[in-house]
């Protein structure tokens, strides 16, 4: 388990923390001989529940047996969605009952459509992570132009060039596409658990390692904030989740939208 780190750089303070999702599910009174199941779902962070519309983006549930049908019944209060499943017709006692649970939680909105840089090309731009790729484009370019290795229609790669790209010139028209075998689209990652109901009470639970600043948004592991050093911060009410009224309670700040 990760612990409480600052990051010396910068005078935000960052978190390294666990994200959990815990099932539990419990029998319900069996009609016309077909047994039902109440499914609630939470999440938590370094093991403090936090409220699903701050902490979830997305949650799916599915059965993994046609026989058993799955309902979306919505949230019970601020921390926990409930789902009914019910058997459409009777399963052996024998047989496992495997739901599929995947929870996207809610990152910051900064970390959503990001593209990671190969570390010979971040080393050039100086970032590991970009927003809008073309930018390391853009100092390509800019690093041409200041070294003079601009000839007829192609780019002269020196030292620097010749480690990034592993050829002696880059023709101008096949530039970005040379560029963009060094990106990579970085896709936000579920949390994933299998949960297996039975006639008794029944509990369990999944966790990812994710970084959190000093407003408890939620970041991938091993986040750079160096990118992000000068940015304001984001509202982060982008969950699918619904709403219920609410009291104050533990959650993280939220503040201006840009």
């Known amino acids: 388990m990760c612990s409480f780190a600052i990051n010396s750089q910068s005078d935000n303070m960052e978190y390294c923390s666990v994200y959990s999702v815990t099932a539990k599910s419990t029998q319900q009174t069996s009609q016309e001989g077909l047994r039902s199941w109440l499914l609630s779902i939470k999440a938590s962070l370094a093991g403090h529940p936090v409220e699903l519309d701050t902490a979830i983006l997305s949650c799916h549930v599915t059965s993994l047996r046609p026989q058993l049908e799955v309902t979306c019944l919505g949230q019970s209060d601020l921390y926990r969605m409930v789902y009914s499943v019910q058997e459409t017709e009777p399963i052996h006692d ?3 009952l495997p739901i599929s649970i995947s929870v996207t939680p809610l990152y910051h909105p900064t ?6 840089l190969d570390t010979k090309l971040a080393d050039l731009v100086g970032r590991d992570y970009l927003a ?3 930018y390391a484009l853009t100092i390509v370019h800019a690093y041409a132009r200041a070294n003079n290795l601009y000839h007829e229609k192609s780019i002269i790669c020196d030292s ?5 790209f592993g ?9 970005w596409r040379e560029v963009c075998c060094f990106i990579k689209r970085e896709e936000q990652k579920p949390v994933f658990l299998i949960h ?10 999944s966790s990812t390692e994710v970084t ?11 986040w750079s904030f160096s990118a992000k050093s000068n940015l304001r911060p984001i509202i ?15 959650k993280r700040n939220k503040s201006v939208e840009l």
């Open 94 to 96: 024998l047989l496992d």
């Open 111 to 116: 970390t959503t459509t990001l593209y990671k």
């Open 132 to 134: 809008h790729p073309k």
């Open 160 to 164: 620097t060039l010749l480690q990034i």
């Open 167 to 175: 050829c002696p010139q880059v023709e101008l028209r096949h530039l």
């Open 196 to 205: 297996q109901l039975s006639d008794f009470d029944k509990s369990s639970s």
């Open 212 to 222: 959190l600043d000093e407003d408890f948004n939620i970041y991938p592991k091993d």
């Open 236 to 250: 982060r009410t982008q969950s699918l989740c619904p709403k219920v009224s609410k009291k104050k309670s533990f």
